[in-house]
């Protein structure tokens, strides 16, 4: 048997393929070929450049140089096509999608990006497009539907009936073909869910629910196999020859694949190798030099070209000139010499580009080059697209409307969305909820047998009544700390929805705290009714519990806070755990007020841990209850020296040692109003809620510097 070379094998797989691809064609009467680039149309961005600082060793300094991952790159893409951005890996690939879709700070990119000729800004830019980033950040307890049905109610304004919305979701499923996969949970690592592709095409659903003009994707086949990338790719095509704009990096797409592209851009080291269409690369290597082999695969092939020059004594400057200015190499660049290995010795010397090349007067370019912006163009022919073009996308609807509101709903409809999604997750991770309920019900209980009766007058009771509410303020602390990686997992899907506006970091604050509300009132009544009545404590439940549930409310906005700060959930837990303890030890139970140095005084004024402690105390003695029995029996203690109240003497004659009032001047309670230290806790609660939205709003960005 005749064995056939994998040349050959390439070879055929290309002509079945596009054969096939033809019949499929004719057999639909449709053609789509991609249109000529028009100037002052579509996404046009001009001569791009990024660069960072980078700290490098010289002589044994350490000096910072301007290095470029985006070097002067121009370009446009046009409706109804997809643009891929391709290259090896370091190409800068995603940082030229960031920033075309405005994803980089103000100030620190070069160039413009126009839409229809107008420049726009990068708020404007994240109003009329989407971002489907790279890795799929989705909640793994809502079925496919749902999620869909919230990017929908989130994303579609009010005056769109919900009957309008859920056909839309429908049809929106219909044309993923994520039929099957309905009702399925998006699933997890500890949950089966959707596939992989699906859970990709779950991320573009999002995104397009609204149709958005301007479509941009990071590697949206990464992690794929074959199959599951050829369909997804396919779907995005579907989008864009609906109307839309699509922009896409993927990283050496299948020959299949690479036959959906309408035109690609190639880049290395962060500059232009290439923009066309993948049919006139051929012609295009030809042209430079390095006709592609038979059988060999066009692109590959390219980007083969490039790994051989990037590794050469002269870089990828010969390809980025004849990209840009149509100069053909000589003989000489045309094979580039490897770089010699570097020794201490020999240090080798780049040859200058200049030395290697033929410059020509007049710009080389191919019959079936892609027309470049700054060449003259000839519409006359594409009346009928332009005007079409005009009609979809110049119009205010799109883009440069003078009314758009920068977001779909009013505030009050994102917090009632927001909230029912936050009680669907809840509802179906009971854990969330019952792995805190349970552990104070189990800690009520095992404080109840540890410290018995309570209700006792005698002053060995004081101590214990002392020691017993310092530990039920620091349980309530610190069983909030399970919320750090809770938010810190669901803060990559936050940033993710609000890159592109689908609701407000405000309507986001709120909704989080008011689901939560019901759920601190139940845990604070478990372990007060539990404590209260078991251990005879003197305090008013009403008052105990309202203690304990302006605890809880404060303590989840603190831990929120430092979770919207921290990188990852271990230094969170440290940063929570750290501070708490601090907050334990500035109280007033272990350092008095006038016992803690100046210095430090402020902490003792910013622990949240003081306020409910003093409040607990003062509706547990606060009154003339007695307390009879030996001084002796107070020490040691927290007590310390004893600070009679003016009411002491009243009783003194009755055998009263102590009254509760005593116990509170002892404590050095400056305020003792139950009422004014609920209040100051909640304002703090509120504090932390505030520095929370602040740093939602101005911090946590999908943005590069």
């Not at 090896?88 to 700070?105: E, H």
């Not at 083969?304 to 020059?309: F, G, Q, S």
Request: aromatic share 10%; proline share 5%.
């Amino acid at each position: 048997m005749a064995k056939v070379s994998r040349t050959g094998r390439n070879r055929n797989l290309e002509t079945l393929l596009v054969m096939d691809k033809s019949v499929k064609i004719e057999n639909q009467a449709v053609t789509h070929e991609p249109r000529k680039m028009i100037p002052g149309q579509g996404l046009e961005f001009s001569n791009l450049s990024y660069s960072v600082p980078k700290q490098q060793k010289k002589d044994g300094a350490t000096i910072t140089k301007e290095v470029y991952l985006l070097n002067d790159l121009s370009g446009q893409a046009v409706r109804g096509e997809i643009m891929a951005i391709l290259g090896p890996s370091g190409a800068g690939k995603s940082t030229f999608l960031d920033a075309l879709a405005g994803r980089i700070a103000r100030g620190s990119l070069e160039g413009s990006v126009k839409i229809n000729g107008k420049p726009v800004s990068a708020s404007y830019m994240k109003m009329v497009s989407s971002y489907v980033m790279q890795d799929d950040q989705l909640f793994a307890m809502l079925t496919v539907f749902e999620t869909l049905m919230f990017a929908a109610e989130v994303r579609l304004p009010p005056s769109i009936s919900r009957s309008e919305k859920r056909k839309r979701v429908f049809e929106l499923i219909d044309q993923l073909g994520l039929q099957s996969a309905t009702h399925t949970y998006i699933g997890n690592e500890g949950r089966r869910g959707v596939s992989g592709g699906e859970r990709r095409r779950v991320s573009i659903g999002i995104d397009i629910i609204h149709k958005p003009p301007l479509l941009f994707l990071d590697e949206p086949t990464s992690g794929l196999d074959s199959t599951s990338a050829y369909s997804v790719v396919e779907k995005v095509q579907d989008i864009a020859r609906s109307g839309s704009i699509v922009l896409m990096t993927i990283h050496q797409p299948s020959f299949r694949i690479q036959m959906l592209l309408d035109r690609i851009t190639v880049l290395a080291r962060g500059r232009l190798i290439y923009t066309g269409r993948p049919t006139d690369l051929p012609t295009y290597l030809s042209a430079f030099g390095r006709p592609v082999p038979d059988g060999e695969n066009s692109l590959e092939y390219l980007l083969d070209v490039i790994k051989e020059y990037d590794e050469s004594t002269i870089g990828v400057d010969p390809l980025v000139l004849y990209q840009r200015d149509g100069i053909k190499p000589d003989q000489v660049a045309r094979t580039p010499i490897p770089k010699t290995p570097k020794t201490p010795n020999t240090p080798y010397r780049k040859t200058p580009a200049s030395q290697l090349f033929s410059l020509r007067s007049q710009p080389f370019s191919t019959g079936n080059s892609t027309p470049r912006l700054d060449a003259h163009y000839n519409d006359d022919d594409d009346d009928d697209f332009d005007n079409s073009l005009e009609r979809k996308i110049a119009t205010p609807k799109h883009f440069h409307g003078k009314h758009r509101a920068k977001f779909a709903n009013p505030w009050l409809r994102e917090v009632a969305v927001l909230s029912w999604r936050n009680i669907l997750n809840i509802i179906r991770t009971p854990e969330l909820f019952l792995s805190r309920e349970i552990v104070l019900l189990v800690m009520a209980l095992i404080l109840s047998s540890l410290f018995p009766n309570l209700g006792d007058d005698s002053l060995k009771t004081v101590n214990r009544l002392l020691n017993f509410y310092i530990f039920a303020v620091c349980l309530v602390f610190f069983s909030s700390n399970d919320a750090v990686p809770t938010f810190i997992q669901e803060r990559f899907i936050f940033m993710r929805e609000t890159a592109h506006n689908a609701y407000r970091a405000s309507s986001y604050v709120v909704s989080s705290l008011i689901v939560y509300l019901p759920f601190f009132a139940i845990q604070g009544l478990t372990f007060a009714m539990i404590t209260r009545y078991i251990l005879h404590l003197k305090s008013d439940v009403i008052f105990f519990w309202l203690i304990l549930y302006a605890s809880l409310i404060t303590t989840n906005a603190y831990v929120m806070l430092v979770s919207a700060l921290v990188p990852s959930y271990i230094t969170g837990y440290a940063v929570v755990i750290a501070t708490t303890a601090l907050f334990f030890l500035s109280c007033g139970f272990f350092l008095k007020r006038t016992k803690i140095p100046n210095y430090w005084i402020w902490l003792h004024y910013i622990s949240a841990i003081k306020y409910p402690f003093e409040a607990l105390l003062i509706n547990e003695f606060q009154g003339t209850r007695c307390y009879k029995g030996s001084p002796a029996d107070l020490s040691p203690g927290p007590l310390g020296n004893l600070n009679y109240s003016p009411e002491h003497n009243k009783f003194v004659s009755i055998n009263c040692t102590l009254i509760g009032d005593d116990i509170l001047s002892s404590m050095d309670l400056q305020l003792k109003n139950i009422w004014y230290d609920i209040a100051i806790l909640l304002g703090w609660g509120v504090l932390y809620r505030l520095f929370f939205y602040v740093v939602l709003r101005f911090y946590s960005k999908n943005e590069r510097k």
